[in-house]
């Protein structure tokens, strides 16, 4: 399935091209601390692998609605803050979960059609004082350097990854069986064995979570419609769906297909 729609990425942080010294620098010197060597980093993700392990793999996929954790792995002692951002939303996470691992989390939404949004993470050493502020009533960050300091020092290079938006929406027909089915029973089966049972959506409540069963149709055939939510789905994978349909006539019928979650 190709994306057809991008998040446009808008940098907050300074010009690139206004220090251009960085790009070919092969170490940096501070000040307060000698020499030091262009730090390694690496960006990882948690949505790629069926049980949630971490990934450097870009493109990853994430359902709609769903927290991904990004995690920069970068040398312990080389960083004071990491600088996470997409779609021009920017935030600083100046605290390491472990050295050299530092986390941020962010949600991502779609419509009809997949979205890609970049992802990107660069390491930085203070000198003096920090080039970001954090605004408490507004709860952003924002570049504000001093005007007499000197700017903070970029330690690697920035690491992109790209995340693909996407959501799925469930159809299974129906074929009634001496009239409207009297029971129908809607499963969702994730590839580690968890199961959802989604309820039938009551009648005219269209914010109700729920199944909809549409019809008769022009021959008198009926559908279920539902859009599952990024908990009732597997994190990467297949997802079964299993409907059992009590028919007017008495009969039951078992009907089963796999949507792609990827």
């Given at each position: 399935m190709e994306p057809t729609r991008y998040c446009k990425r808008i940098r907050k942080s300074p010009?690139?091209?206004?220090?251009?010294?960085?790009?070919?620098?092969a170490a940096v010197c501070l000040a307060t601390a000698g020499c030091l060597y262009q730090a390694h980093a690496r960006l990882w993700a948690d949505t790629a692998l069926p049980d949630g392990g971490f990934s450097t793999q870009s493109p990853q996929w994430a359902y709609d609605g769903e927290p991904v954790t990004f995690e920069l792995e970068c040398d312990p002692g080389a960083v004071h803050y990491v600088v996470f951002g997409t779609t021009g939303q920017e935030t600083?996470?100046?605290f390491g979960k472990v050295a050299g691992r530092y986390r941020w989390t962010q949600a991502f939404s779609a419509g009809p059609e997949p979205r890609v949004c970049e992802v990107y993470a660069t390491p930085y050493l203070v000198r003096g004082r920090r080039d970001w502020v954090y605004d408490k009533l507004e709860n952003t960050w924002h570049f504000y350097p001093g005007a007499s300091d000197r700017p903070d020092v970029e330690t690697a290079a920035e690491q992109v990854m790209r995340i693909t938006?996407?959501?799925r929406e469930i159809l299974v027909p129906i074929q009634?069986?001496?009239?409207?089915?009297?029971?129908i029973e809607l499963s969702l089966w994730k590839?580690?064995?968890?199961?959802t049972v989604v309820p039938a959506r009551p009648p005219g409540k269209a914010e109700a979570r729920g199944f909809l069963l549409l019809g008769p149709g022009k021959n008198g055939d009926y559908e279920i419609r539902y859009e599952p939510t990024y908990g009732e789905v597997?994190?990467?994978?297949?997802?079964?769906v299993d409907v059992v349909v009590e028919h007017a006539d008495g009969s039951t019928e078992h009907l089963e297909k796999d949507i792609d979650t990827p």
């Open positions: 010009n690139p091209g206004s220090r251009p010294w960085l790009a070919a620098a600083v996470v100046d938006c996407y959501r009634p069986r001496s009239g409207p089915p009297k029971r590839a580690d064995g968890q199961r597997s994190r990467a994978g297949k997802t079964r």
